[in-house]
């Protein structure tokens, strides 16, 4: 899973990576007193999501895939 969180994940752009203790107490605090980074920052993961994740661009991928097997 973690090689997965850093494909999806952009550090200080749509979320932190965090692998150790230390790292996570510098980023949890960030999120906790900041309501206006978790917003930008969720904002930022769903438009990724929704740009490179959601169905109608995986269906988009494999269609794609298919016409080009050709």
């Known amino acids: 899973m ?3 969180a850093r494909v999806i994940v952009e550090h200080g ?3 932190f990576l965090a692998s150790t ?4 107490d510098k980023s949890l605090p960030k999120l906790i007193n ?3 980074l ?3 920052m969720g904002r930022a993961g769903r438009k990724k ?3 490179e ?3 109608q ?3 988009f991928k494999v269609m794609q895939a298919i016409r080009d097997s050709k």
């Open 34 to 36: 900041d309501p206006k």
């Open 57 to 59: 661009m995986q269906s």
């Open 38 to 40: 978790r917003e930008t």
């Open 49 to 51: 999501v929704e740009q």
């Open 53 to 55: 994740y959601s169905l």
């Open 2 to 4: 973690w090689v997965v």
């Open 21 to 24: 203790d230390a790292e996570w």
């Open 13 to 15: 752009v749509n979320g």
